[in-house]
Nanobody, 115 residues
Framework: QVQLVESGGGLVQPGGSLRLSCAAS????????MGWYRQAPGKERELVATITIGDTTNYADSVKGRFTISRDNGKNTVYLQMNSLKPEDTAVYYCNVPYRYPGVWGQGTLVTVST
């Protein structure tokens, strides 16, 4: 059974940084592309960043240059480093296995960017 557990969210001021983690079980992330998504209040869930098996990364235009996705295959964990945070980054952040297990979602972790 595939399980994804996100953590690391919280309240941060504009311009601040957070590092999100996604611990996976039931799969080996080294053999899977992984992604981070977010859902802001009243909006649909959107793709934030992906990382392929070969570590090629892709980002939504809104986060390019500010967010970095990475993986630690030994810890079976995917990370999202978020810098220069803006109020519009406020959302619940989720990780996902977009190609093999697109319907599996964790509980998410809430990121709030506010003064």
């Amino acid at each position: 059974q595939v399980q994804l557990v996100e953590s690391g969210g919280g309240l941060v001021q504009p311009g601040g940084s957070l590092r999100l983690s996604c611990a996976a079980s039931g799969i080996s992330i080294r053999f899977n592309a992984m992604g981070w998504y977010r859902q802001a209040p009243g909006k649909e869930r959107e793709l934030v960043a992906t990382i392929t098996i070969g570590d090629t990364t892709n980002y939504a235009d809104s986060v390019k240059g500010r967010f970095t996705i990475s993986r630690d295959n030994g810890k079976n964990t995917v990370y999202l480093q978020m810098n220069s945070l803006k109020p519009e980054d406020t959302a619940v952040y989720y990780c996902n296995v977009p190609y093999r297990y697109p319907g599996v979602w964790g509980q998410g972790t809430l990121v709030t960017v506010s003064t």
